[in-house]
């Protein structure tokens, strides 16, 4: 099993630009997450999912978007990149939420918006 | 959401044993404590969860008091492959989210 997987891995754009990040899991699990990570601000929850076709707002959900179609996709989209967007963004999953549902993360994607 | 305060840095020496506490004092009766360990450039990854009183695994103890309005995460003889962060969280049974905050960043000295 592959686990959690990202793609890109690193990607540099200019503001105004748009991009999608790819999030890919092969557990078969129901919950999908997308954080960002600044420095000195640990993990910061962007949006998540509870099931195909489902999203919710996390606590930093401005100038993002994402899509759930296949359970094990999840695809977040910045429409308009801006500086304040530079970032390492990771993708979690877990069967389910709560306690006793470890979230697994992904190796992480180092964005840079100039 | 029940916030957690933990130290924002601690430094320690290989072989010593190290005690990371977290503070969270507004915890719900059905909430978990949950401690995940970031390396640097890699993803976070669960280490122990705890409800009342102590577990044990392989990797750490935690050791929970009867009011568990706090937490303690306990790494047995470290060595420097412990240097990373480490995130102290409450995992509620009512909400699909949890909250990881700036965590403790630990660094083992030789």
């Known amino acids: 099993n592959a686990g959690v997987t990202q793609t890109p891995k690193f990607r540099v754009l200019k503001t105004g630009q748009s991009m999608t990040l790819l999030c890919a899991q092969d557990m078969n699990h129901e919950y999908m997450y997308w954080y960002r990570q600044d420095p000195g601000m640990g993990l910061r929850l962007i949006h998540y999912s509870v099931g195909e076709g489902t999203t919710a707002k996390g606590e930093v959900p401005d100038g993002y978007n994402v899509s759930r179609l296949k359970k094990q996709n999840f695809l977040l989209g910045l429409e308009s990149a801006a500086p304040s967007q530079t970032s390492v963004y990771f993708c979690a999953s877990s069967y389910r939420g709560g306690p006793l549902n470890e979230q697994f993360f992904g190796p992480g994607t180092r964005l840079t918006v100039l | 959401l029940a916030k957690t305060t933990q130290p924002i840095s601690m430094d320690s020496y290989e072989g010593q044993e190290v005690n990371i506490t977290c503070s969270h004092n507004?915890?719900?009766?059905?909430?978990?404590i949950t401690w995940y360990q970031q390396f640097p450039s890699q993803g976070p990854r669960f280490i122990i969860q705890?409800?009342?009183t102590k577990v044990t695994n392989e990797v750490a103890s935690l050791f929970i008091p009867a009011d568990r309005k706090s937490s303690t995460l306990s790494l047995p003889r470290v060595s420097l492959s412990d240097t990373a962060v480490y995130y102290c969280?409450?995992?509620?049974?009512?909400?699909?989210?949890?909250?990881f905050g700036k965590g403790t960043r630990l660094h083992i000295l030789p």
């Open positions: 705890g409800y009342k």
């Open positions: 969280l409450v995992v509620p049974n009512r909400d699909d989210k949890i909250i």
């Open positions: 507004n915890i719900a009766t059905n909430d978990y």
